[in-house]
């Protein structure tokens, strides 16, 4: 029977991107960090309090453009929260895609820097 949830996650990317979000019925917004992200959901670190089905939006900032993507809150611990996105529309997928690509090609680009420094070292 499908319940309509997903009972495996989806593959996670370790990240540290500082992020406004703002709960649906309140008008100020509160800041967080993104710690790990996939296209369906992320971890938002923060000391505000959110309740499981609290809804967020959550602003991104990637090479210049600005989206905000609604999301659930689907879990909460002591550090934060785990979030479920709710895309409105490609754009939304999309620029949570673009995040993903330039953290994996940041890290990429640091691993052949390090690689090379240690094959002069060594």
Partial sequence: ?????????????????????????SRK???????????T???LET???LIAKDKVVVTFQVSGRERR??????W?????????????????IQIVDDLMYFVSVSRD???DVLDTIFKKVG
Avoid at 5 to 16: K, S
Avoid at 18 to 25: A, C, F, L, M, W
Avoid at 69 to 74: E, L, N, Y
Avoid at 76 to 92: L, M, S, V
């Fill in 47 to 49: 000391s505000d309090t």
């Fill in 109 to 111: 680009s640091q691993k």
């Fill in 29 to 39: 917004p509160a800041s967080g960090i993104l710690k790990n992200i996939s296209l």
């Fill in 76 to 92: 909460t611990g002591e550090k934060g929260a785990g979030i479920k996105f709710q895309p409105a529309n490609n754009r939304d």
């Fill in 1 to 25: 029977m499908d319940t309509g949830q997903d009972t495996v996650p989806a593959p996670r990317i370790r990240l540290f991107v500082d992020v406004e979000y703002r709960k649906s019925y």
């Fill in 41 to 43: 959901g992320a971890f």
């Fill in 69 to 74: 993507v609604p999301a659930t809150v689907i």
